[in-house]
């Protein structure tokens, strides 16, 4: 591995706890409480802890995990688009006639 690499991947680790620690816990959490209230609507409260009141919780959760990852998958692509329109607008600077035959 080369130098530039190891701070790449500290990097990347570090953002990768912070997503998991900032973004999808938090995700789980409401989830699972939106799938709570909505098992708590169709069966009734309290909810008792049956196959389908607890696979509507799960559900909640999944649902939760999916909407902040396209949130993520946005953000990330639309950075790379910014990145892409940067990249092919670009305009290479010359420099002046003067310059150029004074470095030859």
Request: charged share 5%.
């Amino acid at each position: 591995m080369t130098n530039k690499k190891i701070p790449t991947l500290v990097g990347s680790g570090i953002g990768l706890a912070l997503f998991l620690a900032v973004a999808l816990l938090p995700a789980m959490l409401y989830g699972g409480y939106a799938g709570l209230l909505l098992a708590g609507g169709i069966f009734g409260t309290p909810v008792v802890p049956t196959l389908l009141p607890r696979a509507l919780i799960v559900f909640g959760m999944v649902m939760g995990v999916v909407a902040v990852g396209s949130l993520s998958l946005f953000a990330v692509l639309g950075a790379a688009a910014g990145a892409a329109v940067g990249a092919l607008t670009s305009v290479t600077i010359r420099k002046p006639a003067a310059q150029e035959s004074a470095s030859r």
